[in-house]
T-cell receptor, first 116, second 110 residues
Framework: DAGVIQSPRHEVTEMGQEVTLRCKPISGHNSLFWYRQTMMRGLELLIYFNNNVPIDDSGMPEDRFSAKMPNASFSTLKIQPSEPRDSAVYFCASSSGTGANYNEQFFGPGTRLTVL | DAKTTQPNSMESNEEEPVHLPCNHSTISGTDYIHWYRQLPSQGPEYVIH???SNVNNRMASLAIAEDRKSSTLILHRATLRDAAVYYC???????????FGTGTRLTIIP
């Protein structure tokens, strides 16, 4: 299994531009999570999906951020317009099971975003 | 969410056991205790989790206090590759969310 796949691995853009981060979860996993990590705020959950449906988006910073999961094998996190304070490493993770049958979250390698 | 408290940093000698403590005095009966670690420049990876009983796997052991208000992650024989930030996280039974704190930065001394 290739694990969780994220693209691009690095993104450098200018303030005001649209940024799209992509994630392919592990096949068979029914939950997908988007996290952001910065030195100041640590690792924060932005949003998570279960069976392609957004369950909790309370961590999404503001309207400039949006996430979609059109099918079980693909998700995007979009920032429009981007700002320098969005610079961070964005991780995608996937998992299967719920409750007592919950399994571990598998994290991707992350996308390092720099907004100039 | 119930919170956890961990030391900011710890050091240990290579090839010796490491005990990483975690306090969670407000834990509820439906909270699972999860441990993840993050190696430098990588995403977090699962280490172990438990509810009430001690747990063992190929990576580590988890010792849970009888009152569940604290737990200890045990690495039986630390290697340089175990240098990482270790996160102790409480997850409610009915919820898939993981809330990461600041964790413990473990340094292994050769």
């Amino acid at each position: 299994d290739a694990g969780v796949i994220q693209s691009p691995r690095h993104e450098v853009t200018e303030m005001g531009q649209e940024v799209t981060l992509r994630c392919k979860p592990i096949s068979g996993h029914n939950s997908l999570f988007w996290y952001r990590q910065t030195m100041m705020r640590g690792l924060e959950l932005l949003i998570y999906f279960n069976n392609n449906v957004p369950i909790d988006d309370s961590g999404m910073p503001e309207d400039r951020f949006s996430a979609k999961m059109p099918n079980a094998s693909f998700s995007t996190l979009k920032i429009q317009p981007s700002e320098p304070r969005d610079s961070a490493v964005y991780f995608c993770a996937s998992s299967s099971g719920t409750g007592a049958n919950y399994n571990e979250q598998f994290f991707g390698p992350g996308t390092r975003l720099t907004v100039l | 969410d119930a919170k956890t408290t961990q030391p900011n940093s710890m050091e240990s000698n290579e090839e010796e056991p490491v005990h990483l403590p975690c306090n969670h005095s407000t834990i509820s009966g439906t909270d699972y205790i999860h441990w993840y670690r993050q190696l430098p420049s990588q995403g977090p990876e699962y280490v172990i989790h438990g509810l009430t009983s001690n747990v063992n796997n190929r990576m580590a052991s988890l010792a849970i206090a009888e009152d569940r208000k604290s737990s200890t992650l045990i690495l039986h024989r630390a290697t340089l590759r175990d240098a990482a930030v270790y996160y102790c996280i409480l997850r409610d039974f009915g919820n898939e969310k993981l809330t990461f704190g600041t964790g413990t930065r473990l340094t292994i001394i050769p």
